[in-house]
Structure formats: structure tokens, C-alpha cells
């Protein structure tokens, strides 16, 4: 523990700055028709490990579960990684057509999180808006018991926090597209030289094969130069089925955390060493309020 350091939250002052800054076009903003705006750019709030720019709809509540397999490259002795299991489990609540609030809890790091999803701006049909702007913040705490009890971690070093502007749209009526630049700040790092404040660029891409089926490919890339360990940037795959009230999600990635902290700057997995983990996401929703469809 000599070798880690501790760097309190200095820069998070400046997204509220950001964020202050779009209040004149949140509230600004035109009231619309729900036709008026493209719908379904991605058909759940997740790509695969990252988050859409999707939210639910007032007054619905998300029920998600995501499920990592161990590595593939384990063998038979490991049932090719089908013996291990990372998850994570999460409510998701519309509070109206532009906000979404969420929690949940994962097996990796024992981590407690917690979201919020804000429409900026959403793509219109007539063209006049080419494309939807979301932005995404978090937080998360690893509830992890110290392995040496003589240095405790303190609660101010557990804590990580994102920020994301999730930016996309719909190229036609079969492809979308979305980038996620993304700052991660971690409380505390493994070393002096490992920064607090990770920069990543995310991409990801949807391809819609029939109604009910897509492809899916998302790719989150860690600007060099920020991190001392061996660490590498998450890539998966996926394929998204729509059940009606289900959307299940099979995807392979070599990320095993489920939230932003953990698979933007943790994940160890190497594709190039067969270091994949097969997957699923299944989200149910339930009407909580309004009128039913």
C-alpha cells in the first residue's frame, strides 16, 4: 500500500461546469411528438458492456442482469470458463422521457453503483437534428475487505466516478452508430505514476438483421501513456434477440467488470491470448406508472 497514493476528488468540479453550460439548450429545447423522433437508435439502455444512449420510457422500471463466463482459453478442466461467473444486477427507473436513474451491484470488486442519463438532444426524423446527444455520470464504491488488515482503505478511496457524453444516431433504418468519450477519475491508483483521471474514446455499431435480431461491436479505447500495468481495452460482440418484454443480449468480450470504472480501466483479458468470456444481458421491464402499450 506504500506505493499507492491517494488523490481526493479535485477535478470533478469542472463537468458540473460542462453541464452548466448545456442547461440553456436542456431547457430551451422544443416540445415535440414522440414520431417526431427517431426511436430505437439501440434497442436496450446497454450496447453490451457500455451504456446506450437509449433511457426508459416515464414510468417504466429495467430489470437487468449481465452475466460473464470465465475465459474460454481455460480448458475443459474449467468447462471453458463456463466453471466461473462474474454478474451484476440492476434497476433502472424513467423518471420522464429525458431523465433515467439506476443502481446496481456487482460480483467484481463486491462494487455498489449508481447512474443518471440525460437527454441533451434527440435525433429527428425531418432531419433537423442529425443525431442524439446523452450524457451519463456515475458513481461506484468497492466494498472489498482490505487483504491486509494493518492498511485499511478508506471510503474516500474506494470511490470512482465517470462521465460520459454518449453521441449517435440511426444511419438508416437497419444501422446506428455511437460514440462515448469518457473520463473515468479513480480516487486511488495502484502507483504514482498510474493518473486518477483516465481518458478513453468509445465506439460501438448496431446492425439490424431482421426485426427482432441485431449484431452489435463495441470497442472502448484508453489514451496511451495513462496506466502502468498491464492492462488492455475492452472489445465485445453481441447479438441482440427482442423477446417483446425481454430484450436478451449474447454477446463475447474480454472484459469481466460491467460498469464503467472496471471495464475502461481494468479489464485484463487479452483477445490476442484467447482471453474471451462468453455472456448475456437480459433486461425486463415493468410499467410503473401511465398508460400501459
Excluded: C
Excluded at 468480450?253 to 475502461?264: C, D, P, Q, S, Y
Aim: glycine share 8%; net charge positive.
Amino acid at each position: 500500500m506504500s506505493a499507492m497514493k491517494k488523490n481526493i476528488l479535485r477535478p470533478a468540479t469542472w463537468p458540473l461546469f460542462l453541464f452548466s453550460l448545456l442547461l440553456p439548450l436542456i431547457f430551451g429545447a422544443h416540445v415535440l411528438s414522440a414520431q417526431d423522433y427517431v426511436s430505437r437508435t439501440f434497442r436496450g439502455t446497454r450496447v453490451i458492456n457500455g451504456h446506450s444512449l437509449e433511457t426508459v420510457h416515464t414510468g417504466e422500471l429495467e430489470f437487468l442482469i449481465s452475466h460473464r463466463f470465465g475465459y474460454i482459453n481455460r480448458g475443459a478442466y474449467e468447462f471453458f470458463g463456463l466453471d466461473q461467473a462474474s454478474m451484476r444486477l440492476g434497476f433502472e427507473y424513467g423518471v420522464n422521457d429525458r431523465l433515467m436513474l439506476g443502481v446496481g451491484r456487482s460480483t467484481y470488486g463486491k462494487h455498489y453503483d449508481a447512474f443518471a442519463k440525460f437527454r441533451l438532444l434527440r435525433q429527428r426524423t425531418d432531419g433537423k437534428i442529425p443525431l442524439s446527444i446523452t450524457l451519463f455520470t456515475s458513481a461506484a464504491i468497492n466494498t472489498l475487505k482490505p487483504t491486509d488488515p494493518n492498511f485499511p482503505i478508506y471510503l474516500q478511496s474506494r470511490l470512482a466516478y465517470t462521465w460520459q457524453l454518449l453521441i449517435g444516431g440511426k444511419v438508416n433504418d437497419r444501422l446506428s452508430l455511437q460514440l462515448m468519450p469518457t473520463i473515468v477519475h479513480y480516487n486511488l491508483v495502484e502507483t504514482a505514476e498510474d493518473h486518477n483521471d483516465l481518458l478513453s474514446a468509445g465506439a460501438a455499431i448496431r446492425f439490424r438483421f431482421t426485426k427482432n435480431v441485431a449484431i452489435l461491436a463495441e470497442y472502448y479505447y484508453v489514451l496511451p501513456g495513462q496506466r502502468t500495468q498491464e492492462l488492455h481495452d475492452a472489445f465485445a460482440i453481441g447479438f441482440d434477440i427482442n423477446t417483446g418484454s425481454h430484450v436478451f443480449q449474447l454477446q463475447i468480450t474480454n472484459a469481466t467488470g460491467m460498469i464503467e470504472k472496471a471495464f475502461i480501466g481494468e479489464t485484463t483479458g487479452d483477445w490476442a491470448k484467447g482471453d474471451i468470456r462468453l455472456g448475456f444481458n437480459i433486461a425486463r421491464t415493468f410499467k410503473l406508472k401511465g398508460r400501459r402499450y
